[in-house]
């Protein structure tokens, strides 16, 4: 099964205490596609969201932890969370203090290997 | 048996042919389970013939066994193979040096300095050897990959021991602890200053998101889950654990070991 990008972000979207979720291109951290609730600035976040990515990148592999497969900011606010899906788009999400994590991650994992 | 000991031994255990047989070697020594290191390297080195660190990791608990003769043949067998191999300069440094062969010492030392010129442990013993200091007081090849002489541990204590946790000032200096990659080499350094600036980015994209101050930065990679953290407003820590490891585990292992470093900093680093 396939998902064009719309579709794989609502599915994101849709998941309780989601503000936002969007793919991004890892290489210059330009926005794809997105699905931001309002107030939140996508460009900026994608920009940074990839630059993180990248670096943690490069700290798993110097670790010899392999290439990273999700990647969680926890704050005291709210999360963010990053999972590489293919041709280099990473898909990213952002959500509340409260949402579920775990199941964030699986849909995550989910629709990343399903987008196109 | 610690739980990255029994993780290990279940990951060789399911692929006979992985290379954690190098972590788990080096951890095994780590604990001072020389005759289970043994077995481990020793299988190591009949399954992988060509590789040097399998000949370095055996050299090391040979060494540990005081079978010095054997160590160097394991050592040269890591040359051949691989000219450059840090381990295998350092170990022939310290055996020539305690069959006292000065020159040899030095020569072996400065090839390991020219491998890694960011090893404190190899920077030091050059120098005693240099001055003529007894090398035995330098910890030098002797001691586990990931506990380098002249940088303290805190952490072991710590569930599935004191390895593979690392404290940076927001620098990228490191302050204490190490972390070993698959073939058993300290990348502390390296690593150190890459959750600096990982921590730095976090800073600004938390504070982009209006999400308040990060607390922790998950990485789950293919084989090992990284967690990065700040004990404190000037210090960041990076734990690594097998994937083998719960993430939420992670996260309580995590915030003990934050709470071991600020310990450890305002104790004055001792």
């Not at chain 2, 399998?54 to 005081?66: E, I, T």
């Not at chain 2, 990348?187 to 990060?214: F, H, K, P, S």
């Amino acid at each position: 099964v396939t998902l064009p990008f719309r579709e794989a972000l609502e599915q994101i979207t849709r998941i309780r205490g989601v503000r936002g979720a969007m793919l991004v291109a890892g290489d210059d951290g330009l926005v794809v596609a997105e699905a931001l609730m309002e107030g939140i600035r996508g460009n900026a976040v994608a920009a940074l969201a990839a630059s993180l990515a990248k670096r943690l990148r490069k700290a798993a592999e110097a670790a010899g932890g392999g290439v990273p497969r999700f990647l969680h900011l926890q704050a005291r606010g709210g999360t963010l969370l990053a999972v590489p899906a293919p041709d280099g788009i990473l898909l990213v999400a952002v959500g509340d203090r409260d949402v579920n994590v775990g199941l964030l991650r699986l849909e995550m994992r989910r629709v990343a290997e399903a987008v196109v | 048996m610690a739980d990255d000991i029994k993780a290990m031994t279940a990951e060789l255990a399911r692929d006979p042919g992985s290379l954690v047989f190098l972590k788990l070697g080096e951890a095994l020594r780590a604990r001072g389970q020389i005759e289970a290191a043994t077995r481990i390297a020793a299988s190591g080195v009949v399954r992988h013939p060509e590789l040097a660190p399998a000949h370095d990791l055996y050299a090391r608990v040979l060494v540990d066994q005081g079978d010095f003769e054997r160590a160097y043949h394991e050592w040269t067998v890591a040359l051949e193979l691989e000219p450059r191999h840090f381990g295998a300069h350092k170990g022939l440094g310290f055996l020539c040096y305690r069959w006292g062969d000065l020159d040899g010492a030095i020569e072996h030392l400065e090839l390991a300095l020219a491998a890694d010129p960011t090893d404190a442990t190899v920077v030091q013993a050059l120098q005693r050897v240099r001055e003529g200091v007894d090398l035995a007081a330098v910890a030098l090849p002797l001691a586990p990959a990931a506990a380098p002489a002249g940088v303290a541990s805190p952490w072991d204590a710590l569930e599935g021991g004191g390895h593979d946790v690392l404290l940076a000032d927001r620098r990228g200096l490191l302050l204490a602890g190490s972390v070993c990659d698959r073939e058993g080499r300290n990348v502390g350094e390296e690593l150190a200053a890459e959750i600096a600036v990982a921590a730095q980015e976090a800073d600004r994209t938390a504070r982009l998101l209006d999400l308040g101050e990060w607390r922790s930065l998950l990485v789950e990679g293919e084989t090992m889950n990284l967690l990065v953290s700040r004990p404190t407003g000037q210090t960041v820590l990076l734990l690594a654990r097998d994937r083998a490891v719960p993430q939420g585990r992670l996260a309580v292992l995590a915030e003990r070991a934050a709470g071991i470093a600020r310990a450890w900093l305002q104790a004055g680093r001792t």
